[in-house]
């Protein structure tokens, strides 16, 4: 068994590669934007199809990355509950962990309510901006 301080090393290392994930999302995200205003008042059918699967594809990454964070949240839960009943003292940080997380719980795309919602009023806006007349 992992002592403690491995699980909180893999954690923290699993946390960033998450983080800069975002942080590169959250760019495509702003360039989605400037895109989705470039074709939004043209014509061009083409242009505007291209922009809507870049957005999407983004969004969908973007959902991933949530996914993948939780994941990671729930699975560092586990083990640290997996410790625990192997006789392991655990410290506050790790209890702290077990108590907001579903430990075990398999990996899934269902964001949480504000996620949810952050991701549902960013596809509203790309989405409105590339089709809606200005």
């Known amino acids: 068994m992992p002592t403690e301080i491995e699980?909180?090393?893999?954690?923290w290392?699993?946390?960033l590669a998450t983080g800069i994930y975002f942080a590169g999302l959250a760019f495509l995200i702003w360039v989605s934007f400037r895109a989705a205003n470039m074709v939004g008042g043209t014509d061009n059918m083409i242009g505007k199809a291209a922009v809507t699967v870049f957005c999407l594809t983004i969004d969908w990454n973007m959902l991933v990355n949530n996914g993948f964070f939780e994941w990671i949240q729930n699975s560092t839960g586990g083990v640290f509950v997996a410790m625990q009943e192997q006789g392991t003292t655990l410290s506050a940080g790790a209890q702290t962990i077990i108590a907001n997380s579903q430990p075990g719980l398999e990996f899934n795309?269902?964001?949480d309510?504000?996620?949810?919602?952050?991701?549902?009023?960013v596809v509203v806006?790309?989405?409105t901006s590339i089709w809606m007349k200005k």
Do not use: R, T
């Not at 309510?113 to 009023?121: M, N, P």
């Open 7 to 11: 699980i909180w090393d893999l954690y």
């Open 13 to 15: 290392s699993a946390g």
């Open 109 to 111: 795309l269902m964001p």
């Open 113 to 121: 309510l504000v996620g949810g919602l952050f991701l549902a009023a």
């Open 125 to 127: 806006m790309q989405m």
